[in-house]
Nanobody, 121 residues
């Protein structure tokens, strides 16, 4: 099976920075599309940023210029560097991976358990 484990959430003041990471483990042949999404109380889950296997990125307008996504294929890890954080960025952040499984090269979709990010003074 495949597991995605996020880490790095916490409390940060407005204007601060916070790095998140998401490590994939299990029977993985390769990782294709990787994403970060977030969900605030009472709101629908919002796609924050995606990165393809070739490194092409797409950011939500609300985070453009403030957030940056990176991937390390050797470590099977995706990172989200969040800068100039605003109270509106408060949410549970989830990572998503499109995984090609080592067994049979079947593709599957996996989500992490989420990590809380709170931006408050």
């Amino acid at each position: 099976q495949v597991q995605l484990v996020e880490s790095g959430g916490g409390l940060v003041q407005p204007g601060g920075s916070l790095p998140l990471s998401c490590a994939a483990s299990g029977s993985i042949f390769s990782l294709n599309l990787l994403c970060w999404s977030r969900q605030s109380p009472g709101k629908q889950r919002e796609l924050v940023v995606t990165i393809t296997s070739r490194g092409q990125t797409t950011y939500a307008y609300s985070v453009q210029g403030r957030f940056a996504i990176y991937r390390d294929n050797a470590k099977k890890t995706v990172y989200l560097q969040m800068n100039s954080l605003e109270p509106e960025d408060t949410a549970v952040y989830y990572c998503y991976a499109e995984v090609v499984l080592a067994t049979g090269l079947v593709q599957g979709d996996y989500w992490g358990q989420g990590t809380q990010v709170t931006v408050s003074s």
